[in-house]
Every structure is written in structure tokens, then in C-alpha cells.
């Protein structure tokens, strides 16, 4: 943006964009806004290979174990892709990007003797250059800008003027990165003055409002609009309602002028195919900067190399024409003829390039820090030269800042110098309201929680109460204008659950900024002493394989134990100890393997969390099946067995046996044993059997 710097003007005016920027719809932010600056001016830092940098406090890095101590030096250099930090020459870590940021408090940090605030990135740039990028508080970023676009001198209503230009033209890069050159606003660290950082102060938060939006990008100004604004329409081509042309009071009407002679060597006298004779020798009549600026435009215009020298023979049209309503020239040409040379080569040759173009184009050919701008009042063209007249520095749009320094002085305040220069808007506070001293407290005797904090300004509250999956469920004050200072509202809880809730607290200003914010609170109403015992229900038995099942049902979580008596009261088997079971039916289940037959009962005891207690007895009858008698062999001992009907040898004979032949023995009665004899059975001798088994 066109600058004003201490003590004088500086050179080059803001190059606007080429195109109409929306304003933006304000959205308040929690915390003071940050704006990320590149650092590039080559008037600080520039394009730099290495930084050395100090910090004047404590500085943390994402480097593995390492500060940047106070009073010490380090030096930043490009290595490879990375960026390599030395320490008394010691290398002492690399990383692609290094981020620090003070430990406590803001810095400052000195780069190359150059002081910032707030908390840094440097990057490796292309592998060239060690590019810093300062992370600052918006108003810390002013406190740097207003002194390097306005000379911190001036009446401070001026200087106020210009830092809510600044800030509302600041605001809309804040999700973007801007540089410290004019090419956005200059930007020179922590380099402030009482002047300037009190025209900061004394507007925090005001931007430019119209319609109630920012008109951000489009807070731009100028050193001198020579007596006539610019509008909107005429720079961009789009019509903006508060950039209007219309003639200033206040402006001193800066003239300026330049001529520039059409003949500057007479190519008619030389021989192009010995240049080597007469080149060094021979020179443009004028050695001015305009004729460096031509030469400039036309090696980059015809990508003429570096090894290739320039020597311009003739500027036989140089018009500027067509004004629009502001009396600024549209339309503008430039024809020049002139002459190269490689080195080495002896041979030059005679070329011509033709610009016709807008007059924006010959005053960046001229160099804008000679044609100020494109307010002309006078083209004198002649044979020999053309004289160029005209007023103003810089584009014209929007603040004319040496008018904004007569108006200031002429008794105007900032908010209608501002008025004047952008039409039909109006100074909005962008300054979120405060939330503080927030603290919550529960009085169980009325089952009420109560929320006390403080607002820093006039604004209307909003209190909900959300659960924990953020539903709102109670809204204590909605939308209650109130004054600033301590607030208080109560929130009737007897018929909520406890548990984990939220309070949320909105605070929206006369200017419709709003803040947020939210504490938790625990809701911990005293529980009445439970008193009554867990109910154990619907029982029920059932055995398979010797396993016997118990079902029972609790009515609400409770330790169990159950133990199996027999028909003395005798514990026979401890099924479950303190076993914490829920609320609904449970299974449990006793290994009655090794039990014999007979009466049993499940002792069921139950225990809840208030140590209530519950005994309920469940009867059993055990019974086993009997179990099959165990079935023998035996094998014959001798040639041929008998087998008898009884058990005696007067037994009637049912046949007989060979020997070795194997028989199933039922069971033994005496000195006989019974066994299976095909289909039936009988009786043999146990003499006569061996092996029984």
C-alpha cells in the first residue's frame, strides 16, 4: 500500500488488484486475533541466506531438547532443504522448518538487528533463503504499521484515521499470509512510537463498517490524491458504493513533472556492424532513472538476457489520453527503438517495441516514484521532448493521507476523516466482550446451582444448560440486555438426574460481537439412604450330566453369595462369595458329581450397594439315577464247564463251556457267579473261571 514513512515519502504507490474485493461478514473470535506476516521488506531483512537472531527472553523450538536463551545469538542458515542453527558456531540441530515461540510473555526477538514481538517460523525459501514469518496480535501488528504508512509526527486524529484504515484492511488477511512491503502494508516489528501506538490504542477493535460489513481489502489509501479521489469503478472496473470521486478540500495537491527528450542517440551516424568500436563509448544524451526504468521494462518485455547490453536510440511516442471522471488519464503509449549488443559480439542490432496500454502502464515504465500517478494535467510534446504534469502520489483511492494530516489539523476527528475519504460508512468496534470470573456452586438444600461471572461491557446474555451429548435442556436467560460487570442466574436442578452437564454463556454487544464460553458442572444431589433389601425371585432348578442349574432374578445390582446345604443345615458346597451381579436374572450352577441322593437347599444371600441385605433359601431333592451294575468277563480254566439254572450242582444243566471261552459275569453269589448264557443266564463255579475282571 502507497506509504508514507518517517520523515518522508516513500517511493513506489500500491499496485492495486485488478478487481473489486467483497467486504466480509464479522465473526468474533475467543481471543485476540493473530495475523502471520512474512518478513521479505528488503528494507529490514529481505532475501537473506542467514539470519542471526537474539531473543531478549526465553524462546521454545521444535528442535529435539533446545531453547533459545535470553542475550544469546544464533544464526539461522540455509542447508539443503533444511535450515541449520548454529550456536558459537556450533551446530546444534536442522529441521525443514524452525517455529519458536516466547516461553513467557511476547519477545521481543531480534533478526538481523531488527526487533519483533510474538512467535515465529522460519522456512528454507526455494533453498535460497531463510523466510521468516512472525505470528502477532493484530493490535501489536499496528503498533508496527501505523509509523511505516504515516510519519508517527502527525496530528494523532490523522494517525488514528490511518490505523483503523489499517486494521479493517488487516483484518481481512488474517486467514492468509501478507508481507511486510507495500505490496500489502509496510510492516517494520517492534519499532513503535508513543504517537502512533497511541492512535492504535486509543481505536482498538474499530474497522470500517458499510451495510454493517467490513469493507476490508478496500480500506486503501494514498500519500496525495492531488485534489480529486478516485472511485472504485474507475480502478477496478466495479462499482463500490464508498470509494466515490469527488474533489478534496484537504489535499495539498502534490505536482509533480518529468520530460524526456525523443532522440537520445543518433543511430543514423553509426555503424551497427562495428559496434565494438563506438559502444563503450557512446551513450543516451539523458542518464536518467526514467531511462534506466525504460530499459528494465524492455529487457523483461522482450526477454532480452542478461549478457545482452541495451542502448535506446529513439522515444519517438510517449502519449497519455482519454481521462475518466476523475480527471485521471485512462489510456496511454509508449513507442521506443533502441539498440543490443551481446558481449563478445561486434555486431548490434536495431530493434523497436510498442506499448499501447492503459496510463497505469507507462507510469510502472516510467517508475511510479517519478509519475506519481495518473492524475495528468499536461502533456507537452514537441520535437525534441515530451513534458509530462500532474498531481497527486499514488492511486487516489479511498484516504489521501497527507489530506487526512490537513483535515486532522483543520479541527476533523478520525471517525469523520475517515467519513470523508470512504462515503457512507461507519466505525464499528470489533472488540469482543470479556467473560470472566466464571464460577458455579450448588445448594443441595434447594436442589439450585448457581452461575456467577463478569461481562467487560453492555451486552445482551444468553445462559443454557446443555447435557452430555450437548442438548440444550434448560435456558436460564435468553437474549436479557444487561450493564457490564457481575452477572448471576439460577438453575433449578430438583427434577434433573445427576450427572455431567454444561453451562454456556453468550455475550453479544451493541455491534453484534459475540463471545462464548463454557464450564462444566457436576450435578451431585445428595441420594436418600436406601433402606430396603434386594428382592431375589423367580427361582427355579434343573440338573443335567450331575450339574445342577439355580435361576433367580434380583430387582436391583447386588453381591451374592449362595451356599448348598444338606438336611442337617450342613454347608455341602459354596457355589458364589460376593459375586456383584445387575439388576434382572442370574444362573448359577453346583457340581452335584460327588453328592449322594437326598434333600439340599440353595442358601441365597444378596447384598446392595447400602449393605441391605436379603436371604432367600431354595429347596432341592437330589435324585441321582441309580447306577448300572458293572459288567464282567472271565475266560474258562477248564476243558468243558457246566452251566446250571441255579446256583448248585444238583442245578438243572443248561449246557456248557470250552475252555479259554470268554463269559459275561452278571454278579456273584457265594461261591457261584451268574452269568449271561446266550439269551438267558446261569451258574458256574468261580473255580472255574479266571481273569474275572
Known sequence: MKTLKRYMLMGLALVLILSILPGFQLKANAEESVINVKLKNPKFIGDKSELTIKPAVTYTTNLPNVKFLAGQTYLLRVSGSNIKVLQNSTDIGQVSALEIKPEKGNGPLSINNRNYL?????????????????????????????????ISSWNVEALKAQAVAARTYAMSYLNGTPD?????????????????????????????????????????????????????????????????????????????????????????????NKAGEWWATTAEVENTKIITNIKNWIRKRDSIADNVEIKI???????????????????????????????????????????????????TIIGGDIMKSILVDEVKTSEESVEVRGRGFGHGVGMSQYGAKKAAESGLTYNKILAFYFSNTS?????????????????????????????????????????????????LVNGVQKTAGSQSTVWNAASVNNGKYTFVITVADSNNNTSTASTPFTLAKPIPKDTTAPVISNT?????????????????????????????????????????????????????????????????????????????????????????????????????????????????????????????????????YKIQFGKSTGYVHVNYLSNVK
Do not use: C, H
Not at 234 to 239: D, I, K, M, P, Y
Not at 621 to 646: F, I, Q, S, W, Y
Open 118 to 150: 510474538g512467535s515465529f517460523k522460519f522456512s528454507n525459501e526455494d533453498g535460497k533463503y531463510v523466510r521468516p514469518i512472525n505470528s502477532i496480535g493484530l493490535e501489536d501488528y499496528l503498533k508496527g504499521v501505523v509509523p511505516f504508512e504515516m
Open 180 to 272: 511486510d512491503t507495500q505490496t500489502y502494508q509496510v510492516y517494520g516489528g517492534y519499532e513503535w512510537y508513543a504517537n502512533t501506538t497511541r492512535a492504535v490504542e486509543e481505536t482498538a477493535g474499530q474497522i470500517i463498517t458499510y451495510n454493517g460489513n467490513s469493507i476490508g481489502r478496500n480500506a486503501v489509501y494514498s500519500s496525495s490524491n492531488g485534489g480529486q479521489t478516485e472511485s472504485g469503478s474507475n480502478a477496478w472496473g466495479s462499482e463500490v458504493g464508498y470509494l466515490q470521486s469527488k474533489d478534496d478540500p484537504y489535499d495539498p495537491k502534490t505536482t509533480w513533472s518529468y520530460s524526456v527528450k525523443k532522440k537520445q542517440i543518433d543511430a543514423s551516424k553509426l555503424d551497427l
Open 313 to 363: 536510440t529513439d522515444i519517438p511516442v510517449l502519449s497519455l489520453y482519454e481521462t475518466n471522471s476523475s480527471g485521471r488519464m485512462n489510456k496511454g503509449s509508449i513507442t521506443v527503438d533502441y539498440l543490443t549488443l551481446e558481449k563478445g559480439k561486434q555486431t548490434a542490432v536495431k530493434r523497436q517495441t510498442i506499448r499501447p496500454g492503459t496510463a497505469s502502464d507507462i507510469r
Open 427 to 475: 466505525i464499528k468496534d470489533s472488540i469482543l466482550p470479556k467473560i470472566t470470573a466464571v464460577k458455579t456452586s450448588f445448594d443441595s438444600k434447594i436442589n439450585q446451582a448457581k452461575l456467577d461471572f463478569t461481562t467487560s461491557e453492555n451486552a445482551k446474555i444468553t445462559v443454557q444448560v446443555k447435557d452430555q451429548n450437548s442438548k440444550v435442556i434448560a435456558t
Open 540 to 672: 427355579a432348578t434343573s440338573m443335567k450330566s450331575n450339574v445342577v442349574s439355580l435361576k433367580y432374578q434380583l430387582n436391583e445390582a447386588a453381591k451374592v453369595t449362595i451356599l448348598v446345604k444338606d438336611a442337617k443345615g450342613k454347608t455341602v458346597a459354596t457355589v458364589a462369595t460376593n459375586l456383584q451381579k445387575q439388576k434382572g436374572i442370574s444362573w448359577a450352577s453346583w457340581n452335584a458329581s460327588k453328592a449322594v441322593n437326598g434333600k439340599y437347599t440353595f442358601n441365597i444371600t444378596a447384598v446392595d450397594g447400602s449393605n441391605n441385605k436379603r436371604i432367600a433359601n431354595v429347596a432341592y431333592t437330589l435324585n441321582k439315577p441309580k447306577p448300572a451294575p458293572k459288567v464282567m468277563t472271565g475266560t474258562v480254566n477248564v476243558t468243558k464247564l457246566n452251566v446250571r439254572a441255579t446256583a448248585s450242582t444238583s442245578g438243572k444243566l443248561l449246557g456248557s463251556l470250552k475252555k479259554n471261552q470268554r463269559v459275561t459275569v452278571l454278579s456273584k453269589s457265594g461261591s457261584w
